[in-house]
């Protein structure tokens, strides 16, 4: 998304005639960032070529899975919802890895019937489920197991996942009897070892630990993996000014795991795949002035974009038309539902806005759009993907009657 002649152009279409053409609120990703995204993820990693399982959770839009799949990634659901939208995007079900602590008998048989790869169990519980299931369904199943490294993502704590305290996982203790317990079963062959310690990881070192968590338990289990799953979490910035991930530090940790552990490594990405593909575009519908600062109410609002509402996340607001002259008012862009929390941020020397004028709100493809809600009884936004010049609307505008 850059200026072009002042007008903020996605590709080469200008934010302002999507607004004018399609309405607004509208999720709008870029086709171009998407592949590039994708293809510097593969390079990163080249050296040892990892199965990257999307995680479909960021976002779900099936046309968009369509696209991500013809990269030949497969995918990591945490719902049979998810795992059915997988497969309907055409995703090889033997690239499909199926995470979550809670996965019901229901879900389990539906994994089982349509032979993913592995189902990635967290609890002891799970795992005598899976084995019951797969008795009745006299049939083999492949599992993984996922360990709770105890390791601190350094990021924000509701999306850290890897730490004791958290819910995630097994420790090592269980692990150890779990591995004993499988290889007992003639109805579950554990496959995989797998870990994910949260998202929006913009360090290396909690990765290096977690990695040394790994190969410290694989040293004392004595147990041959078929794949390591490192999970996914990799973060981007959505500032200018964060720090970025040092991917070649990541990839050099991970060989040099390999060297002792010779397993197939699997990636779950999700953020970092599709987060800063899409922008939601937004029209201002009034602008209330108050002697310390302005509200900008958009017609977006958290039930479209739940993240800064739900753990104070931030993201850019570009207006459609560049001005030069700045407000001297501070702005506040809040949407129109009935929650204080209903803010997107507060922002100084922003330039003069006009009421019906369009922004765009930046990196929201990732956890945007698979966060949104009816709340307040409000239609979901539509979505288009932008390739060049040509749009493609990829999902319609939810219509009152389907809320009705
Ligand atoms: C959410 C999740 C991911 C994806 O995380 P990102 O931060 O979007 O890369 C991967 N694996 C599991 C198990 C998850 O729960």
Avoid: W
């Avoid at 990693?45 to 199965?51: E, G, N, V």
């Avoid at 269980?174 to 004993?180: G, H």
């Avoid at 509402?309 to 539902?337: D, Q």
Wanted: with cysteine.
């Amino acid at each position: 998304m850059k200026y072009i002649n002042k007008k903020l152009t996605i590709e080469r279409v200008s934010v302002e005639s999507i607004a004018k053409k399609y309405n607004t609120p509208i999720y709008c990703y870029s086709y171009s960032k998407l592949k590039e995204n994708i293809l510097n993820f593969k390079k990163n990693f080249k050296s040892f070529s990892p199965l990257i399982c999307f995680a479909i959770k960021s976002n779900t839009n099936v046309n968009l899975i369509r696209e991500i799949k013809k990269f030949g990634l497969g995918a990591d659901v945490v719902s049979k919802g998810e795992l059915m939208i997988a497969i309907k995007a055409g995703i090889n079900p033997k690239k499909i890895v199926f995470s979550g602590v809670g996965k019901t008998t229901d879900e389990i048989r539906y994994a089982i019937d349509k032979k993913i790869l592995l189902i990635n169990a967290e609890s002891k519980s799970e795992v005598l489920e899976i084995d019951r299931i797969a008795k009745l369904k006299k049939k083999k199943v492949f599992i993984g197991i996922r360990i709770n490294p105890n390791t601190d993502a350094k990021t924000l704590s509701q999306i850290s996942t890897g730490k004791k305290e958290n819910k995630f996982g097994v420790n090592s203790k269980t692990l150890l009897e779990l591995v004993s317990y499988c290889k007992n079963s003639k109805n579950i062959k554990l496959k995989c070892l797998s870990v994910h310690i949260g998202s929006q990881i913009l360090n290396h070192r909690p990765y290096e630990k977690m990695l040394n968590v790994l190969d410290k338990t694989l040293n004392k289990l004595n147990y041959k993996f078929e794949f390591i799953d490192l999970g996914g979490g990799m973060g981007i910035s959505y500032d200018n000014k964060a720090e970025k991930l040092n991917y070649k530090r990541y990839n050099f940790a991970i060989k040099k795991f390999l060297k002792k552990n010779s397993s197939k490594i699997i990636f779950e990405p999700g953020r970092s795949i599709i987060g800063n593909t899409g922008v939601l575009i937004s029209k201002i519908v009034y602008i209330k002035k108050d002697s310390q600062k302005s509200f900008v109410i958009l017609d977006a609002a958290m039930n479209d974009l739940m993240r800064p509402a739900l753990y104070g996340a931030i993201h850019k607001i570009s207006p459609s038309i560049k001005r030069i002259k700045k407000s001297k008012k501070t702005y506040e862009f809040v949407g129109p539902i009935c929650e204080s929390t209903d803010k997107f941020s507060t922002l100084k020397n922003f330039q003069e806005l006009k009421e019906k004028e369009v922004v765009a709100m930046s990196d929201v493809g990732a956890y945007g759009m698979s966060l949104s809600s009816n709340y307040n009884l409000r239609p979901k936004a539509s979505e288009i993907l932008i390739k060049g010049s040509k749009i493609k609307v990829i999902r319609k505008r939810q219509k009152y009657n389907d809320l009705m």
